[in-house]
């Protein structure tokens, strides 16, 4: 099983998961429990009216889509390189050296804290204690997605609980005060979804510009971005082809193309700028330029192209196994 030993990153995904669990809690203790328990349930397991039971039911399953979107994002591979040659004819070929000379494909960035190239890195994420990565993208935009329905619907719930407090007093000069217990409770959890709402909405709105744009966040910042087609094909690309699996938490992606082009952005593009890429290589996480190489593909392994030697001027082949350098 694919799981990344960061430290920080194992503190922030156990965080997050304690956060979820409270806000649960408090939802089914402190609104749940008091608006729709009855004594004569349809189920005995489940001490509810019927539009008790099914709100219960759609928010316990948002959670769960929720866990298992996150679970799968921790522990799947986001996309280790798993050719290790180049295809005939490719060109330009570069190599990592953090990875023992491995071909590098054009939309593969070394991570630091994986600890090798990830094919369409978008960035390390340690709330997922993870890369996201193009195997992996899915899960993590559903986790995105469940999670901030489970925190709006959390927010409507506590204020709807909140207004219908106020509207059974019989003036609010008299209105006894209400259980310390679930004043805390919901004040810490509305914090919570608010901060939620606002974080997620952000990355999700990232996740769409990547789709839209085929272009990752380390992409972004380094100017550059796949092949462009429309937004569907991108989307089937993270997503896969059937739409029946598109919320599932389930691996449906499309196999990765390693030899798709990393192509320059036009130099007006998006951020009016020069066209010139930034160093931002410790903030996304990735091994800089400095680690890679572009190389001649020969029988013998991958070597740095010698100064001076044209591209493609000399013949390469198949290459069979893991190279060595000379
Ligand atoms: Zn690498
Ligand atoms: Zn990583």
């Known amino acids: 099983m694919w799981f990344i030993c960061d430290p920080f990153g194992i503190a922030l995904g156990t965080l997050t998961w304690v956060m979820v669990i409270f806000a649960d809690w408090v939802v089914c203790r402190h609104v749940i429990d008091v608006w729709f328990a009855t004594d004569v349930p349809r189920f005995d397991w489940l001490p509810y009216t019927d539009a008790g039971a099914t709100l219960f039911a759609f928010y316990q399953l948002t959670i769960a889509l929720s866990f298992i979107s996150h679970l799968r994002a921790v522990t799947t591979d986001p996309g280790t390189i798993s050719q290790h040659s180049p295809p005939d004819n490719f060109s330009p070929i570069k190599q990592c050296k953090l990875c023992r000379d491995s071909w590098k494909p054009p939309r593969a960035h070394h991570c630091k804290t994986c600890r090798r190239c990830i094919f369409r890195m978008d960035h390390h994420c340690p709330w997922i204690n993870n890369c996201v990565g193009q195997a992996n993208q899915k899960f993590f935009i559903l986790f995105l997605g469940y999670t901030s329905t489970a925190a709006v619907v959390t927010l409507i719930l506590l204020a709807c609980s909140a207004a219908s407090w106020l509207w059974n007093q019989p003036s609010l000069s008299e209105a006894p005060l209400p259980g310390t217990a679930s004043v805390i409770?919901?004040?810490?959890?509305?914090?919570?979804?608010?901060?939620?709402?606002?974080?997620?909405?952000?990355?999700?709105q990232e996740q769409i510009e990547s789709i839209t744009q085929n272009s990752t966040l380390v992409e972004t910042y380094q100017r550059s971005h796949g092949t462009r087609s429309s937004f569907t094909n991108h989307f089937k690309a993270i997503f896969g082809a059937s739409w029946l699996w598109w919320p599932v938490p389930c691996t449906s992606c499309m196999p990765p193309d390693y030899t798709e082009p990393a192509i320059p952005d036009e130099p007006d593009y998006a951020y009016g700028g020069s066209g010139q890429q930034l160093d931002d290589s410790d903030q996304l996480g990735i091994a800089g330029g400095e680690t890679e190489a572009s190389a001649q593909w020969s029988p013998e392994g991958i070597r740095p192209r010698r100064p001076g030697a044209e591209a493609g001027g000399e013949s390469r082949q198949r290459h069979t196994g893991r190279g060595s350098p000379e």
């Open 185 to 204: 409770c919901g004040g810490l959890v509305s914090v919570e979804c608010i901060a939620v709402v606002l974080f997620v909405s952000d990355f999700l």
